[in-house]
C-alpha cells in the first residue's frame, strides 16, 4: 500500500508541530481522504476512520471550548485511543491544555495550519491523492508541449530525447526524460513525474547527461504533467502500413487508464520534434471539438454527394 511520510506532509504543508516531544518518525499517511472528527466529539465512533488524517475546524473547536473540562477529558481520551496519525488545527486555533495533555499522552501528533479549513482540505486532499496513487515507471521522455502532456516511447537510441531537447529549445517544458513515474489520480488523469535522482536530467548519447534546467532555465522545466497523448517512436518499416488520415483512435493502457497513442514511424529527414507540436496540437483541437480528419471525410462525402446529384 502506498504511504507517505507525516514529516513530509508537515514539510508539504507548512505545518507547525504543537507536540514536539511525540516523535512521528515511523508515522506514514496512508489515505488521501480526511475527516473532521466532529460526530467523534459527541461520543459516536461508530465507522470513525482513525487511519485518516483528521481536521479540526472552527466549528469543531467551539464544541470542544463548550465542553466541561470531565467532558472534555472523556471524549478526548476515547478519540486518541485509536491509532491516529495525526490531528491538526486549522485558522491557527490552539487546543485546550487537556487535550495537548492527553495527546502527549498517547503520542498522538497535534500540528497547526494557518490556512481555513476548506483551503487546507482542499490542498491536502489534491497532494495526497498525487502522492498515494497507484504508480508504475515507464521508459520514455514526457514533455509538456503547448499545455498537452505528451509521453514519448520508443526503443533506445530511436531518438525520443533528441526530440525532446529540440521541443525544448523550441520553448517546451520537459518533465522527465528516461524514466517517466505515471501516477493514476482518477479513473481519467494519470500525472508523470520525474524520479527525484534524474530530475532535470537528460541523456544525450555521444554528448552524456545535460541538466536542463542549468542550460535553458527554470522555463524549460517542470515537475509533474498530466499524460494527455502517447507518441510512439517505432523504426521505419516499408512493408508495414500506416495510418494516414486518422479517422479512428489508437489507445494504449497505463493503470486501466487509455490514453490516445500514435505510433510515428522514423527515418531520416523526419523532424519529430514538428511532428510532435502538431500532434499535441492535433489532440487540443480534437479535445474543442475540431476533427480534421472527420472534416476531410465529411468534404469528401459531399462533393461525393454533388456528383451523384448532378448525374
Known sequence: MASISLRKVIEKMKLENLTPNVDITGIRITQSDI?????QMTGYFEHFDSARLQVIGFVEYTYMERLDDARKREVYEELMTYDIP?????????????????????????????????????????????????????????????????????ESGIGKSEAALELIKRGHRLVTDDVVELRKVSDETLVGSAPDITKHFIELRGIGIVDVKALFGTMAVKDTQQVDLVIRLEDWDKDKEYDRIGLEENYIEYLGNRVVCHNIPVRPGRNLALICESAAINHRQKKMGYNAAQELYARVQNSLARRRDDD
Open 86 to 154: 495525526c490531528i491538526v488545527f486549522c485558522r491557527e486555533l490552539l487546543p485546550d491544555p487537556i487535550f495537548l495533555e492527553v495527546a502527549n499522552a498517547q503520542r498522538i501528533p497535534v500540528l497547526s495550519t494557518k490556512a481555513s479549513t476548506s483551503a487546507f482540505t482542499a490542498e491536502i486532499i489534491r497532494w495526497l491523492n498525487v502522492k498515494l496513487a497507484p504508480c508504475i515507471s515507464v521508459h520514455g521522455v514526457l514533455v509538456d508541449v503547448y499545455g498537452e502532456g505528451v509521453l514519448i516511447t520508443g
Open 35 to 39: 475527516n473532521r472528527p466532529a460526530l
